[in-house]
């Protein structure tokens, strides 16, 4: 059969935002738009767009001068699901099954294809639309880098500068007034921003979620410092750090979410206790989205790019139900359902943690 080019296709980015998401937009476009002659429309605040049909239509103009811009001109919304849609009635959160509406979107634009950029729960909501019959391409995306089947997703790199630059500052007043400074990065269920921005701002503790932590070993780590004559310490907490048989600390639920789980505030807790049990001082900064904004870093332009490259290249060989992936420094596409399957968390034993093992640093464990 004749290879007939796509004419119209759509892109989203959904879930939580991360810098880079420009990037990749704009490479998606200018490829469509100018090399092929393909229409692209970009649909608004993620799935929400899709669902009513809310769009811009992209073009060079609309590309132009969005590489350097962090969040993404499409705007994005992590509790907008098709299939379990919230709407409130009597002051009171229900979810609805719109997804036809979201298909009559994609047939009504007579789309070729869709490329969703997001992370988890943006390509498990796209990988249900394919079953009903939508043509997808996924994107790697999230600061947490937690997706399976690609080495890194973009708007890590951003966010562990981000952290780093924090915990480089946090360093110099940690110094002078001979504190424990604790400082509490996201990343969800993974521990890959602490152990990256931990390694990189040189942090004494690192705790992660993969590895739960006892207090007493922490003060060990603590005073074996002190006595070694260094007056302050840097502990770096992943969000979802936790105790040996203790729970993560959620500051919040979110009803309305995929994933109603918040977390955050495990930094206070830590704090209370180090200053309980060691009688030295000790500060808590939780960096919070701070690390999801700004401008995108190098690394992140060229990797979020070259992701869209990709995800063109999958949309005119007609590849639809994968996700472009980084395997080492080589770009490939898996099965989305590579990507949705489990989470990619620390491996206890990974080159990283046992590298900052050897050099002292405390795990907690
Ligand atoms: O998944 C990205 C992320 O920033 C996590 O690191 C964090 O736990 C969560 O999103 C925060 O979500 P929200 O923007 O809904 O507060």
């Not at 900064?285 to 995800?311: C, K, M, N």
């Not at 399957?341 to 590298?355: A, C, F, I, Q």
Request: proline share 3%.
């Amino acid at each position: 059969m004749k290879n007939v080019k796509p004419k119209k296709i759509g892109i989203l980015t959904a879930g939580g935002d991360c810098p880079g998401l420009n990037a990749v937009i704009r490479a998606v476009v200018k490829i469509a738009t100018t090399k092929h002659g393909i229409e692209v429309v970009g649909f608004k605040d993620g799935y929400d767009g899709l669902i009513k049909d809310e769009y811009i239509t992209l073009g060079n103009r609309e590309a132009s001068g969005i590489l350097t811009i962090g969040g993404t001109i499409l705007g994005t919304s992590n509790i907008a699901n098709p299939y379990k849609y919230a709407v409130k009635r009597d002051g009171k959160v229900i979810f609805k099954d719109v997804s036809k509406k979201a298909i009559q979107t994609y047939k009504k634009h007579k789309l070729d294809a869709l490329i969703a950029v997001g992370g988890d729960g943006t390509l498990t909501i796209a990988s249900k639309l394919m079953k009903d019959g939508l043509k997808i391409v996924g994107v790697p995306k999230t600061i947490d880098n937690d997706l399976s089947g690609t080495t890194l997703t973009f708007g890590f790199d951003s966010a562990v500068t981000t952290a780093t630059e924090a915990i480089d500052k946090l360093h110099s007043t940690a110094q002078s007034h001979h504190r424990v400074m604790i400082v509490e990065v996201m990343g969800r269920y993974a521990g890959w921003i602490a152990l990256a921005s931990g390694m990189a701002g040189g942090g004494d503790v690192i705790l992660i979620p993969e590895i739960p932590y006892r207090m007493e070993k922490i003060r060990e780590k603590l005073r074996e410092r002190h006595k070694a004559g260094k007056r302050f310490s840097i502990i770096v907490v992943a969000e979802g750090a936790k105790p040996v048989g203790g729970e993560m600390t959620v500051h919040k639920i979110v009803e309305a979410s995929t994933d109603k789980v918040r977390l955050g505030g495990v930094a206070y807790r830590l704090a209370d206790d180090i200053e309980k049990l060691t009688g030295i001082e000790t500060r808590a900064t939780i960096l919070g989205h701070v690390q999801r904004g700004g401008t995108p870093t190098a690394f992140d332009r060229i990797l979020a790019t070259r992701y869209g490259v990709e995800a063109m290249n999958l949309v005119l060989e007609k590849k639809f139900g994968r996700m472009v992936a980084l395997k080492g420094n080589t770009m490939t596409n898996v099965p989305i359902a590579v990507a949705i399957g489990k989470l990619r968390v620390v491996p206890v034993n990974s080159p990283l943690v046992l590298s900052l093992k050897a050099m002292g640093v405390s795990f907690g464990d």
